[in-house]
């Protein structure tokens, strides 16, 4: 069974840097899509950023392209994502998931359905951008 433990979430300052982890294990994330979900007070989940983590594809929300990255450390069996230019827009709980991809691309995996279409999630780690 697949384990997700996401880390690295605190109090940063508007236009601040993060990095966020989702540590894995039980599995080898060599088989699955990872995405970055991230739920805002009194809203639903949305989509932040998936990779792919047996070919590096990857995938970024409109809201975010350009100043989130997304990396995998196979060492590790880790997924990283590095968050600059922080907006208090971005204050939300950030979960780590992960989806089986045989023959879903990771672009479609990270349209996919929070509570629906995941295999497993993490329990999720907060991030709170304000001055």
């Known amino acids: 069974q697949l384990q997700l433990v996401e880390s690295g979430g605190g109090l940063v300052q508007p236009g601040g840097s993060l990095r966020l982890s989702c540590a894995a294990s039980?599995?080898?994330?060599?088989?699955?899509?990872v995405g970055w979900f991230r739920q805002a007070p009194g809203k639903g989940h949305e989509a932040v950023s998936c990779?792919?983590?047996?070919?590096?594809?990857?995938y970024y929300s409109d809201s975010i392209k350009g100043r989130f990255t997304i990396s995998r450390d196979r060492a590790k069996n880790t997924v990283y994502l590095e968050m600059s230019g922080r907006k208090p827009e971005d204050t939300a709980v950030y979960y780590c998931?992960?989806?089986?991809?045989?023959?879903?691309?990771?672009?479609?995996?990270?349209?996919?359905?929070?509570?629906?279409?995941?295999?497993?999630w993490g329990s999720g780690t907060l991030v709170t951008v304000s001055s």
């Open positions: 998931t992960a989806r089986g991809v045989l023959s879903t691309t990771i672009s479609t995996m990270c349209k996919m359905d929070y509570s629906r279409d995941m295999d497993y």
């Open positions: 990779i792919n983590y047996s070919d590096g594809s990857t």
């Open positions: 039980g599995l080898t994330l060599d088989y699955y899509g």
